[in-house]
């Protein structure tokens, strides 16, 4: 990364434009155009045939996982494949997973798509997505996102928790980089402060995308400039904005659509491969059956309408995802009520878990959870980790860590959160032995106590 931020600008964009080239052969090639076609013919089928789509993909799921998983083919060694149903499999834990990940593989690293992922709870991961897996998922995404006009190659404005920009860059005031053959340009969610956010809003009023995607916590504040300083968004560029990664509040819908003269349209997944929600134009969330197994459950493993989330995700071939707890909650819409927007997939009400929080850094203003859940990134040992906020100049940050945790590993850990804070913040690390929940038996991320001061 070093190397590539000393380059001219002009050739990082051309190394970036050639990267997303690369990586997008992947994604669109092979069986993407089939997928495409059968999940745009399957939007309006009705439950009971989308149900019937759903069963049978399970039961493949589960013949393949059984045939070609050893984490699994030892968990039911004692049952015959053709007898295994979905209730035979415990409830799968993230630290479970994240141990086991090795004996989860069926597809080598080399042979699919890497995914790592820090993950709201702070607990690092890495999962392998077989190139087929990829495929289905974007064009179950680009299904969801096609509805609104997008498409491959449609100028967007993309937020997302890369860490993009040189010394050079911020002295310039540039906090963006731009594929210019895809059209996409990147903005830092790193310098989104108030000594930089004009900066953003002039060039996004410029450059006029049509779709933004990202991290809503760091697109509101931009929001916020603009209104506050009677700076207007012109009307009529944005045609609909994706958030990702985390809530969203019916305040910072109503501020951001206000501003961009846009709607948002939210989903919900995972790094990890989970199973897809997808906002219609009517504003209701729908549990894409096709995509996998939702059960809400409580804390007695019962079926509930509202509770914790453990999903079984028919695009994780690479990594099997069997009854696992995903770390979130949902409430599911108890009414049979038909959406008016067509889709006969049930609906959920709200989802809850993903803790809309920040920390905050003098020199580079509010860290989004988004950011501060992939600091993880890239580091081994880390099992679990806490954020707290108790100064302005200063973070405390609790680690459980394992025997693979060393030196290099807390390095990058430090390095990861210097992109995030910049130079001047404190950093106080403590190796605990565990970081309890919350009285709700929630685990809390991140610990603002200062946010009466910001």
Same mark, same amino acid.
């Given at each position: 990364m070093i190397k590539f931020l000393v380059l001219p600008v002009i050739l990082q964009n051309l190394i970036i434009s050639i990267y997303n080239f690369i990586?997008?052969?992947?994604?669109?090639?092979?069986?993407?155009? @089939?997928?495409?076609?059968?999940?745009?013919?399957?939007?309006k089928l009705p439950l009971i045939e989308l149900e019937k789509i759903q069963k049978r993909k399970l039961k493949d799921f589960i013949s393949f996982t059984l045939d070609n998983?050893?984490?699994? *083919?030892?968990?039911?060694?004692?049952?015959?494949?053709d007898e295994v149903c979905i209730d035979d499999f415990p409830i799968l834990k993230k630290d479970d997973l994240r141990k086991n990940v090795k004996s989860f593989l069926t597809i080598d690293k080399k042979g699919g798509i890497v995914s790592?992922?820090?993950?709201?709870?702070?607990?690092? #991961? &890495?999962?392998? $997505?077989?190139?087929?897996?990829?495929?289905?998922? +974007?064009?179950?995404?680009?299904?969801f996102r096609k509805k609104q006009g997008y498409k491959l190659g449609k100028k967007t404005a993309w937020f997302s928790g890369k860490s993009l920009l040189s010394v050079r860059d911020i002295k310039r005031n540039i906090f963006w980089k731009t594929d210019y053959l895809y059209k996409v340009r990147y903005y830092s969610t790193f310098h989104i402060n108030p000594k930089y956010i004009r900066f953003y809003?002039?060039? #996004? *009023?410029? $450059?006029?995308?049509? +779709?933004?995607?990202? $991290?809503?916590?760091?697109?509101?504040?931009?929001?916020? +400039?603009? =209104?506050?300083?009677? /700076?207007? $968004?012109p009307k009529g560029i944005v045609k609909a904005i994706f958030p990702t990664a985390e809530t969203?509040?019916?305040?910072?819908?109503?501020?951001? &659509?206000?501003?961009f003269h846009a709607k948002m349209y939210d989903q919900y997944a995972s790094s990890e491969g989970a199973p897809f929600i997808f906002e219609c134009d009517e504003g209701n969330l729908h549990l894409? =059956?096709?995509?996998?197994?939702? &059960?809400? #459950?409580?804390? &007695?493993?019962?079926?509930?309408?509202?509770?914790?989330?453990?999903? !079984?995700?028919?695009? !994780? @071939?690479?990594?099997? =995802?069997?009854?696992?707890?995903i770390g979130d909650n949902i409430i599911l819409n108890t009414d049979k009520k038909v959406c008016g927007c067509g889709n006969r997939n049930p609906t959920v009400k709200e989802i809850l878990g993903r803790i809309d929080d920040f920390i905050y850094s003098p020199e580079n203003g509010k860290i989004n959870l988004g950011n501060i859940s992939n600091a993880a990134k890239g580091t081994?040992?880390?099992k679990k980790f806490q954020v707290v906020q108790n100064l302005l100049d200063q973070i405390?940050?609790?680690?459980? /860590?394992?025997?693979? +945790?060393?030196?290099?590993?807390?390095?990058?850990? =430090?390095?990861?959160?210097?992109?995030?804070?910049?130079k001047k913040m404190k950093i106080q690390l403590f190796e605990v032995d565990k970081i309890p929940v919350e009285k709700s038996g929630k685990f809390r991320l991140v610990k603002n106590n200062i946010k009466d001061r910001i």
């Amino acid at each position: 990364m070093i190397k590539f931020l000393v380059l001219p600008v002009i050739l990082q964009n051309l190394i970036i434009s050639i990267y997303n080239f690369i990586s997008y052969q992947k994604r669109y090639g092979g069986k993407y155009g @089939h997928y495409l076609v059968e999940y745009s013919k399957n939007q309006k089928l009705p439950l009971i045939e989308l149900e019937k789509i759903q069963k049978r993909k399970l039961k493949d799921f589960i013949s393949f996982t059984l045939d070609n998983s050893n984490y699994y *083919i030892d968990l039911l060694k004692d049952k015959k494949n053709d007898e295994v149903c979905i209730d035979d499999f415990p409830i799968l834990k993230k630290d479970d997973l994240r141990k086991n990940v090795k004996s989860f593989l069926t597809i080598d690293k080399k042979g699919g798509i890497v995914s790592k992922t820090g993950g709201t709870t702070g607990t690092s #991961l &890495e999962v392998v $997505f077989t190139k087929d897996d990829m495929q289905e998922r +974007f064009a179950m995404l680009d299904t969801f996102r096609k509805k609104q006009g997008y498409k491959l190659g449609k100028k967007t404005a993309w937020f997302s928790g890369k860490s993009l920009l040189s010394v050079r860059d911020i002295k310039r005031n540039i906090f963006w980089k731009t594929d210019y053959l895809y059209k996409v340009r990147y903005y830092s969610t790193f310098h989104i402060n108030p000594k930089y956010i004009r900066f953003y809003l002039n060039n #996004l *009023i410029k $450059f006029k995308p049509e +779709f933004f995607v990202g $991290f809503p916590s760091s697109i509101v504040e931009i929001a916020r +400039f603009g =209104l506050i300083n009677n /700076i207007p $968004f012109p009307k009529g560029i944005v045609k609909a904005i994706f958030p990702t990664a985390e809530t969203i509040t019916k305040e910072l819908r109503s501020e951001i &659509e206000s501003y961009f003269h846009a709607k948002m349209y939210d989903q919900y997944a995972s790094s990890e491969g989970a199973p897809f929600i997808f906002e219609c134009d009517e504003g209701n969330l729908h549990l894409e =059956l096709q995509s996998g197994i939702f &059960e809400v #459950l409580d804390n &007695e493993d019962k079926p509930t309408s509202s509770g914790r989330l453990v999903v !079984t995700s028919f695009t !994780t @071939h690479g990594t099997p =995802l069997i009854r696992y707890d995903i770390g979130d909650n949902i409430i599911l819409n108890t009414d049979k009520k038909v959406c008016g927007c067509g889709n006969r997939n049930p609906t959920v009400k709200e989802i809850l878990g993903r803790i809309d929080d920040f920390i905050y850094s003098p020199e580079n203003g509010k860290i989004n959870l988004g950011n501060i859940s992939n600091a993880a990134k890239g580091t081994v040992g880390i099992k679990k980790f806490q954020v707290v906020q108790n100064l302005l100049d200063q973070i405390d940050i609790k680690i459980v /860590i394992d025997e693979e +945790f060393n030196e290099k590993s807390k390095k990058k850990f =430090l390095e990861n959160w210097n992109d995030r804070l910049g130079k001047k913040m404190k950093i106080q690390l403590f190796e605990v032995d565990k970081i309890p929940v919350e009285k709700s038996g929630k685990f809390r991320l991140v610990k603002n106590n200062i946010k009466d001061r910001i």
